[in-house]
């Protein structure tokens, strides 16, 4: 097995030139820019380029300067590259002694870099000590730093990214509570195995890189051997060590801090996914099981963790860890900054892969106390298939504080930003309008499409439906600056995003986010739109800046994949919120629509019931209304159901639905209710006033289906007619219908966005206040 070499910048004949000056013919095959490779070698200027070009690098060397690269840069060519680490050489001007630099980072010596790193990973180093022969001096810039402890030849040279055969590090003592003093020299990295690497040359002064220590100082303890199969379970865990100068005033003045202390200052929490350790925080056991290591062919996954400061609000830290099939993760060494002065601290902890927020847990506690690991909540119940997955171009969290302040975050390929609560005031009007014009939308009157020119029926819009376009316009346009000055950068591009609502009562409606400037007063509907187009581009009015049209194609909600989940539902036995028990894995991902079940409210029109019933009709011929909750649980559990439609009326004030006059608390939802006990994960479509929450109750009842196993719920965000609830109910579940005839496999979320598009274009305005709930790669 050969090490596979990437250099970027250079040709074939340059490839052939950094081979031969590297030796080790028989080891190495050096190309200009293959599609994968262990290693990847790149001028600082160039890494962009790198990133683009569709390779992949486990490992990833900066040569030259890397002062003038962007950390945000950084972060994003890495997750493209699907690097586990990115270093760089130390680049200062001048060394301890005032002399010259002695590593100048010139990327013409590849060839001569390669050769000091290959030369003493052959001579049994691991990879931090390999680097510091190769490069003089070495920093990360972003990644799991403890790899460069104990990565060796074979584990690099090993397939599937893991540790290579005697490549585990061995037993060590637990790490100390308290980071080493600021001014601590550091330790002299450990004697090279014989025979012994080239010695490196001069280090200039040691900084601290964040988020992990550079290797030359003590590498964080590794972890213990990893248990056989089934043996423990895992959880999610962190410790936390306070700021060094507070810990040693706290000793000199006789009263040292508890374990897990936070205090003023910098402080260091270190996140690993594994069986659980004597005195680490933990949130939450995390089974093999859950965590989806049950095919053979997934051996491990690589998580980003992200610490949100919440109270007080700061700047986020990230760092990326490898969760293998077996035993402990790698550490991501994460920073807390607490100003002076602070009292109580809380921070958001979530898990992260591809844009794609998979737990989320609070650390918190008052400073110069210990901390605390508290509500974890299970976005995805386990970590299988992640690699099938696709990706999301963002995730928003609408999170809060320990005592209930809300605000927001959003991370973007390795971009993480924040909101304080004084930010989610200002929007709250526009936020109160949009939920005021999508309940004026349902009463809006429905009427049948007309023959256009082309002998295509399409809806004529009236004047009054414009307008309501037009006002939703304006204000989307006006929740979509507040969201790229705030967050991210929230453009048409974004076709798939995920938002996880974390107990806050805020209204959220991303999908009426507008990508278009606002419309003029009196715009007209959009040609393209109106004569059937689906996206908003080159055929809408004279370019993207016309104002003289409304493109409803430009709401998110009818160009975007939005997957909704709420943390505030049932726990479990020990506490933990899943917020998706179902999760589609590899062999298990393709949902069935053959057996269905009607329950509708009293107000619903008997014409309404009949068109639901027509459709449902259509997959299972022998649907029947139920007539009270007993005969809807009765039905469940007669035969595996895995079509739910419900047009209730939901009162928001008693926390009911209602069907046939029959109420159900939301506090009695259990699985009878939506899977009557069987082994489904049925499809529910939720469709009445305020099924997916409301200002005064945000969780609303989709959740709480979720929660007892459904596969996806798809609600309302408002209140919606009993009649335009009926006709997209129907229209949902003759897709569903569809799409379960094609043996093209469909991904729910691209079904529920594609049905809103189309209803919308029939002139069902109310049809944007539709939201998904659940994983939105299950498939039909």
Known sequence: MRLRVGVVGVDARGAAAVAAAAGHADLLAVKPLPAGVQLLLTPAALLDDAARGGTRARFVVVLGDPAGLDPAAVAAAADALGADLVVARWSPARDDHGGPDHAPGDPDDAGAVLRGVVDALVGGAVLGDAFLAGLGAVTPLIGDASLLSW????????????????????????????????DAAPPPPPAPPSPPPPPPRARPRRRTPAPAPPPHEPAPAPAPEPPPPGTDDRWLQCTVAPDARAARSAERAGTPLPA??????????????????????????????????TSPDVESVRLTAVLVPLHPRGEPSRATLRVPRVGRSSDAVLRLDVPAGTREVSARLLLVHRNRVLQTAVLSGAVGGSATLTELALVRPGLAGLRDRRRFDATVVANHDAAGRA?????????????????????????????????????????????ADD?????????????????????????????????????????????????????????????????????????????????????????????????????LGLS??????????????????????????RGRSRLTVTRGALGASSTVAAKDVAAALAALAAVDPGVRRAGTWQEWTTALAAADTDLLVLVPHADVQRATLEISTATLARGRIEARHVTGGRDVRPVVLLL???????????????????????????????????????????????DLRAAAGDRRRTPVGDLVTACRRAAVADGLIAALAVAAYGDADWTI
């Not at 074979?154 to 003093?181: Q, S």
């Not at 930010?423 to 009463?443: D, N, T």
């Not at 739109?529 to 409803?552: Q, Y």
């Not at 945000?698 to 007619?721: E, H, K, Q, W, Y």
Request: with cysteine.
């Open 407 to 451: 605000g927001l975050m959003g991370h973007r390929d390795g971009r993480t930003t924040s909101v304080e609560v004084a930010a989610m005031r200002e929007i709250e009007p526009v936020l109160g309008r949009l939920r005021s014009l999508l309940i004026s939308a349902a009463y809006l009157p429905t009427r049948r499409p007309t023959r």
């Open 260 to 293: 897990h202390a936070v205090t003023e200052g910098r402080n260091r929490v270190t996140v690993f996914v594994g069986p659980a350790e004597a005195g680490a925080l933990r949130a939450g056991d995390l089974t093999d099981a859950e965590l989806g290591f």
């Open 688 to 734: 009445g006033c305020d099924t997916a929450g409301s200002a005064e109750d945000p969780a609303g009842f989709a959740t709480r289906f979720l929660a007892r196993d459904a596969a996806v719920v798809v609600a309302s965000l408002t209140m919606l007619g009993t009649g335009h609830a009926a006709r997209l109910a129907g229209r949902l579940v003759t």
């Open 455 to 555: 002998g295509v029926p399409r809806h004529a819009w009236t004047r009054r439906e414009v307008d309501l376009l037009v006002e939703l316009a304006v204000h989307g346009r006006d929740l979509h600056g507040f969201l790229e000055a705030a967050l991210l950068p929230f453009g048409a591009e974004l076709k798939r995003l995920q938002v996880v609502t974390a107990r806050t009562g805020a209204f959220l409606p991303l999908e009426l986010a507008y990508t278009r400037p606002a419309p003029d007063p009196d715009a007209g509907i959009c040609p393209s739109w109106a004569a059937g187009g689906s996206a908003c581009g080159p055929g809408c009015g004279a370019g993207p800046d016309d104002t003289s049209i409304v493109c409803p194609a430009a709401f």
């Open 151 to 182: 990565t060796d030849l074979g584990a690099l040279l090993d397939p599937f990214g893991g540790r290579g055969a005697g490549a585990e590090p061995p037993e060590a003592a637990a790490p100390p509570e308290t980071a080493p003093p600021d």
């Open 560 to 585: 975007a994949t939005i997957e909704r989940h709420y943390v505030d539902g049932p726990q479990s036995a020990d506490g933990r919120q899943y917020l998706t028990t179902a999760a589609p894995v």
